[in-house]
């Protein structure tokens, strides 16, 4: 399947996750589209490496991806989302110091499916926590501090439940057929020594990023909310994904 075709099956299983107020279907869709993004990506890497002659293979490319302007609030929580996304779709990734930019390294592909995912999840975790904040449920921890535990709570479930999904698809990949495992396990290896390869040729980064935990107050109740909200939530509102949709910039 191309990549093509691959996003815009997503996009239908997108929208019957958000045509269903039932979380544990909306859950389903949302596997099913990571399960899909996967297949797609073992597909295309296997392709990659039966290509004829390495001038006409893909190679891997970095995209700038905007996360949000200088000094707004809480930008660590949203680059924490992206990257917990790209860790479970074959994608490196460097980060502003101010946190305002990812500057992320894989296949066309998988930062396609990454945006479509990072569009559709940062919305929905927003709204989650704005929700969570209007209900008062927080209280008496102040509102900054229960807003930042509950979106890292909803990108570390997040980013779980993608990777799960994509460990379960390997594997089901490497061990559905004797002859045919050693060739896909070793295609997603050298995969990942190309992408390695080109991340330390490319990548500038001067130091390694902290991640959102540092200086933020912990608040064990907005974090079970957070939580809670990661593992309900669905994968987007759009009806495509990237190449019929603006790219994020």
């Known amino acids: 399947m191309s990549s093509e075709k691959m996003l815009v099956r997503i996009g239908g299983l997108l929208r019957q996750a958000e045509s269903t107020d039932n979380p544990h279907e909306a859950e389903a869709f949302m596997e099913a589209a990571q399960r899909l993004a996967t297949v797609t990506a073992i597909d295309l890497a296997v392709a990659r490496a039966h290509t004829a002659t390495r001038e ?33 779709n074959d994608v490196k990734c460097d980060v502003a110091s101010n946190s305002t930019r990812v500057f992320a390294y894989g296949f066309d592909s998988d ?29 008496p921890v102040a509102g900054v501090t229960a807003r930042l535990n509950f ?35 070793l295609v997603l290896r050298d995969k990942q020594i190309e992408l390695r390869d080109f991340y330390s040729q490319t990548s500038q980064a001067r130091g390694t990023w902290r991640g959102p935990q540092s200086g933020v107050a912990r608040s064990d109740k907005a974090r079970r909310a957070g939580d809670r909200a990661g593992r309900d939530a669905r994968i987007g509102r759009s009806t495509e994904l990237p190449g019929a949709r603006k790219r994020l910039a």
Do not use: N, W
Request: one cysteine or more; proline letters at 3%.
């Open 111 to 139: 930062l396609d499916t990454c945006e479509a995912l990072y569009s559709s999840l940062l919305m929905q975790m927003v709204r989650a926590s704005d929700a969570y904040l209007r209900s008062g449920a927080h209280r």
């Open 151 to 185: 979106q890292l709570a909803f990108a570390a479930r997040i980013g779980q439940r993608l990777a799960e999904t994509k460990r379960d698809v390997e594997a089901t990949a490497v061990g559905a057929d004797p002859d045919e495992a050693t060739g896909t396990a």
């Open 56 to 88: 006409r293979r893909q190679t891997p490319v970095q995209r700038a991806i905007a996360i949000g302007e200088p000094g707004r609030k809480g930008l660590r929580t949203f680059v924490q989302l992206f990257v917990a996304i790209a860790a479970a």
